[in-house]
């Protein structure tokens, strides 16, 4: 049941082990980046399920999820642990932020240049921008307007010392939407 205390309680422990993780040479560590993410979420309006993948888009990098799939990258790691605690909707978008970066280096010409220098490396890890098919699947499914929303605000969150909302808030937002999407009374 995603609204049982477990359930804010894995996310706090996975998102607690990411404060002070580098982030790929950021200026900012894997907490922050995730406040700032879900912060930008909030300020836009999203609701709830796209908060909370805003959120948590890169869990698959902290020690404690990562240790669940060792061998999966982040995106994959991360997308099994939001679908089991939060939804199938959570879980997807946070799987789909990677692929979400390549088909808007495709769809937008001036996206590439917005990227920051880390960013444009682990694009080419990734597998570059996206071919036209990946991106005309991509673009079919209901969530990917959302799952772009979300990209953007990722490469937004990166500014050392933005005031962002509280943890226990932006985790609070993301246990009402596994609850939302349960029906589950927390």
């Given at each position: 049941m995603s609204g049982d205390p477990t359930t804010r309680d894995s996310l706090l422990a996975a998102l607690r082990a990411t404060a002070d993780l580098p982030y790929g040479g950021e200026a900012v560590d894997q907490l922050a980046h995730a406040l700032q993410c879900g912060t930008l979420s909030v300020r836009a309006g999203a609701r709830p399920a796209v908060v909370a993948a805003a959120l948590l888009h890169d869990i698959g990098r902290s020690p404690v999820v990562a240790a669940q799939l060792p061998d999966a990258p982040h995106e994959r790691a991360g997308a099994a642990f939001c679908t089991r605690l939060l939804g199938h909707e959570v879980g997807w978008l946070v799987g789909a932020h990677v692929l979400a970066k390549r088909a808007l280096v495709t769809l937008d010409p001036g996206y590439?240049?917005?990227?920051?220098?880390?960013?444009?490396r682990s694009l080419q890890e990734?597998?570059?921008?996206?071919?036209?098919?990946?991106?005309e699947r991509f673009l079919r499914h209901p969530l990917a307007q959302d799952a772009m929303h979300v990209r953007r605000w990722d490469d937004e969150a990166k500014v050392p010392g933005a005031p962002t909302i509280g943890l226990d808030e932006l985790v609070g937002i993301s246990v009402a939407a596994g609850v939302e999407k349960t029906g589950a009374e927390e």
């Open positions: 590439a240049s917005l990227l920051s220098p880390v960013s444009v990734q597998g570059g921008p996206a071919a036209a098919a990946e991106v």
